[in-house]
T-cell receptor, first 109, second 116 residues
Framework: GDSVTQMEGPVTLSEEAFLTINCTYT??????LFWYVQYPGEGLQLLLK?????DKGSNKGFEATYRKETTSFHLEKGSVQVSDSAVYFC????????FGAGTTVTVRA | DAGVTQSPTHLIKTRGQHVTLRCSPI?????VSWYQQVLGQGPQFIFQ???????GRGNFPDRFSARQFPNYSSELNVNALLLGDSALYLC???????????????FGSGTRLTVV
């Protein structure tokens, strides 16, 4: 079964809105955690990462904090732009990458 | 520097045929992994190779096989193709050792396989 569960989409937002995509993982121990993004017509890109508990990954205004106590790695951005429209994947690494199902985000002008 | 390169970019095959997909990792990366991404879903792990040895295998049938060459490039082979094998096949390379992924994986643009 899936080892990463993320919020189902699609999510549609207006520009400058706040974005949260929930993600929980199941791997035991201390897996590395990532958010990958897939922009329309482009390949998968690493957005941010965290490799140990309480680490906060950040990039392009996005943030996610590795919460061991809740096995979560929620993605947040305070003010989204149209260019943030993409599919976002929560990923855990435990000898292999395990992807969530992806959340499609559309930002309207 | 070149990123992860995959070939071909698109491929159309008929059921029952065999296909070989190729991947060249970033220079210096010794770990190569293969993933299958069906439309609308997240990528699913197929194989991982590290230092030319298979180190992990996902839940895929024996029709799927792979290998890694001395220059760390890799091939994914699929025999007896089924319609359900239609997907984007992604190759990813990593600088890391087998059990760590501190810097993430770099993905190629993929090979779009269509089975008709």
């Amino acid at each position: 079964g899936d080892s990463v569960t993320q919020m189902e989409g699609p999510v549609t937002l207006s520009e400058e809105a706040f974005l949260t995509i929930n993600c929980t993982y199941t791997a035991t121990g201390y897996p590395s955690l990532f958010w990958y993004v897939q922009y329309p017509g482009e390949g998968l890109q690493l957005l941010l990462k965290a490799t140990k508990a309480d680490d906060k990954g950040s990039n392009k205004g996005f943030e996610a904090t590795y919460r061991k106590e809740t096995t979560s790695f929620h993605l947040e951005k305070g003010s989204v732009q149209v260019s943030d429209s993409a599919v976002y994947f929560c990923v855990e690494f435990d000898y292999k990458l395990s992807f969530g199902a992806g959340t499609t985000v559309t930002v309207r002008a | 520097d070149a990123g992860v390169t995959q070939s071909p970019t698109h491929l159309i095959k008929t059921r029952g045929q065999h296909v070989t997909l190729r991947c060249s990792p970033i220079s210096g990366h010794k770990s190569v992994s293969w993933y299958q991404q069906v439309l609308g879903q997240g990528p699913q792990f197929i194989f991982q190779y590290y230092e030319k040895e298979e180190r992990g295998r996902g839940n895929f049938p024996d029709r799927f096989s792979a290998r890694q060459f001395p220059n760390y490039s890799s091939e994914l082979n699929v025999n007896a193709l089924l319609l359900g094998d239609s997907a984007l096949y992604l190759c990813a390379s990593s600088l890391e050792t087998l059990n760590r992924a501190n810097y993430g994986y770099t993905f190629g643009s993929g090979t779009r396989l269509t089975v008709v």
